[in-house]
């Protein structure tokens, strides 16, 4: 568990961060937006023992970051993906940090492979990388001694769409299998695909909190099927509106769980299923921060 309580960060008479205050529970990504400025990159330094802060508290499983006694066994952090040596290759990278955190070098082959840098790429020195390529690496790295939390600022930063839907995926298992992911990312439709809580900044203060059902709403359910007449039937059947959307979707008002079980018990194979929230995450982002951005160097 990530707890922050009444964290704040002075520079003169400016509030980088003031009194920002929430927790993220095992089993869960939570997604941290807010416009830059906001205060983001700086509570996350402040979380990593990176930034003191001016006032309160931040822990990991109840202790201060610097308090862990091997880190990376326990917090895998991606703030700055371009913090490598230049001059060492992505494998020498992952093997040196490999040997400090006492983890096995047969790590550093799997994830290498998990975040799919070849043979030839880990043989390139790191001055040499694309932005995309230190990403992977950096994830690799957050991932090397096998946490249990993951920090990550902007991962998906320089990442083509395959890579985006990959690192998705990659942060979607992670927590499945109990972990707690904090990701902070200005690209808000990917943080609404994978996220299920939101902590929304701005101004250096907490403008919005809680579970994405609380925070998104629902206005019913699309659902999208090989036979979609069949399913219209179903539903009308279970006395379920449905409506037709130009993409050949459906749309149902009722909840996903509603309408999967329909098109199981009528042995309908489904090919998506997901709410449909009124304007998303992005409206959402809009409404909160409308008034309370900082300033650039804040972030």
């Given at each position: 568990?990530i707890?922050?309580?009444?964290l ?7 509030n980088?961060v ?12 939570t ?15 402040m979380?990593?023992?990176?930034t003191?802060?001016?006032?309160g ?12 006694a091997?880190?990376g066994?326990?917090v895998g952090v ?11 290759t ?7 940090s ?16 998990l975040?799919?840098?070849d043979?030839?790429?880990t043989?390139?020195r790191?001055?040499?990388?694309s ?5 992977r ?32 995926g990659?942060l ?9 992911v ?10 609404e695909?994978?996220?299920?809580h ?14 994405r059902?609380d ?26 509106a ?9 749309t149902?008002?009722a ?6 079980r329909?098109?199981?018990a ?10 449909v929230?009124?304007?998303g ?6 409404s909160l921060?409308?008034?309370?951005s900082?300033?650039?160097t804040s972030?």
């Amino acid at each position: 568990m990530i707890s922050v309580e009444h964290l704040t960060k002075r520079y003169g008479r400016h509030n980088a961060v003031d009194d920002v205050s929430f927790r993220c529970e095992p089993g869960t990504v939570t997604g941290f937006l807010g416009p830059n400025g906001a205060g983001k990159s700086t509570t996350m330094r402040m979380i990593c023992g990176l930034t003191p802060p001016t006032a309160g508290t931040a822990t990991v499983d109840d202790r201060p970051y610097r308090q862990l006694a091997n880190p990376g066994r326990e917090v895998g952090v991606l703030l700055d993906a371009s913090a490598q040596h230049p001059g060492r290759t992505g494998r020498e990278t992952l093997t040196l940090s490999a040997r400090l955190m006492g983890v096995s070098p047969t790590r550093v082959d799997e994830l290498l492979d998990l975040v799919g840098l070849d043979a030839a790429a880990t043989r390139r020195r790191f001055g040499g990388y694309s932005l995309g390529m230190r990403q992977r690496l950096g994830l690799a790295h957050a991932l090397l001694g096998d946490p249990h939390v993951l920090i990550l600022d902007e991962p998906a930063n320089g990442l083509d769409p395959e890579g985006i839907f990959w690192m998705r995926g990659v942060l979607r298992d992670f927590a499945d299998r109990g972990g707690t992911v904090l990701l902070s990312s200005h690209l808000l439709r990917e943080v609404e695909a994978v996220a299920d809580h939101f902590v929304v900044i701005g101004g250096g203060r907490i403008v919005g909190a809680g579970p994405r059902e609380d925070l998104l709403g629902s206005s019913g359910t699309r659902v999208r099927t090989l036979d979609p007449q069949r399913l219209t039937a179903a539903l009308l059947a279970a006395d379920v509106a449905v409506s037709r959307t130009t993409d050949g979707a459906l749309t149902v008002p009722a909840d996903a769980e509603t309408v999967g079980r329909v098109a199981a018990a009528a042995g309908i194979v489904l090919l998506e299923l997901r709410p449909v929230t009124d304007g998303g995450l992005e409206r959402l982002f809009l409404s909160l921060t409308a008034s309370g951005s900082g300033q650039e160097t804040s972030r």
